[in-house]
């Protein structure tokens, strides 16, 4: 799981936020089987692999575009050792905040030669991803390929909110589902908002 941020502006921050926590399990032996140049090269997006494989060596020099290619085929390739025991499913939440370096190694990772047995799950609010967005194009391109579909969701039903309001257990305004059925932000994060703030303001329709 990895998260782009609004005011957060960092390159390709979701997948390298994503892939840490397994960079982190997994055994060294398994990292010392790769290719010590390839590792060297996802140093440059897990600067602690060098803490894991000390004996990592330098980067060769290159320019920014070899650069950025090399980074990219390291995390492809990590990531198909990942997904080697079993599928992994790779959520990036909030893509309406992804810069362009991040679309452009999803699209790298998308696009690969060889088949992944990784599933990516991006959400993203679609009024905030027009033509000029760089994912708009990219998930143009992941249609026309065959490789993605859109999938547009709507608001909570009423019977949906009540039934996740109650789950959520019993603090909260009695009126939760009347004050969110009719709103356009009746989603699972406002719900658990208003649970937890029992004063909070009622919701206004538009």
């Known amino acids: 799981f990895g998260r782009c941020e ?8 979701p997948l390298i936020e994503g892939l840490r926590p ?5 055994d060294s032996s398994v990292l010392s089987a790769f290719p010590q140049t390839l590792l060297a090269d996802a140093a440059r997006f897990w600067p602690e692999l060098a803490g894991r494989i000390p004996s990592l060596p330098l980067p060769p ?9 090399a980074c990219f085929e390291a995390t492809l390739e990590l990531l198909a050792i990942a997904a080697k025991s079993s599928p992994v499913l790779f959520v990036i939440d909030d893509v309406q905040w992804a810069t362009s370096p ?3 190694l999803l699209r790298h990772l998308m696009k ?3 088949r992944l047995r990784a599933l990516f799950v991006c959400t993203f609010r679609d009024a905030e991803v027009d033509g000029m967005h760089p994912f708009a194009g990219a998930l143009a391109d992941f249609r026309r390929a065959g490789t993605a579909e859109a999938l547009a969701l709507t608001r909570l039903y009423r ?4 039934a996740y309001a109650r789950a959520l257990g019993p603090s909260g305004p009695a009126d939760i589902a009347a004050r969110l059925v009719d709103a356009p932000a009746g989603t699972p994060a406002f719900v658990r908002g208003l649970r937890a703030s029992p004063r909070a303001p009622p919701v206004a329709p538009e």
């Open 112 to 114: 690969a030669d060889r």
């Open 159 to 162: 019977s949906d909110i009540e």
């Open 102 to 104: 991040t679309v452009l």
């Open 61 to 69: 020099p290159r320019d920014a575009d070899e650069e950025r290619y």
């Open 6 to 13: 609004e005011d957060l502006s960092a390159p390709y921050q």
């Open 22 to 26: 397994w960079l982190a399990s997994v």
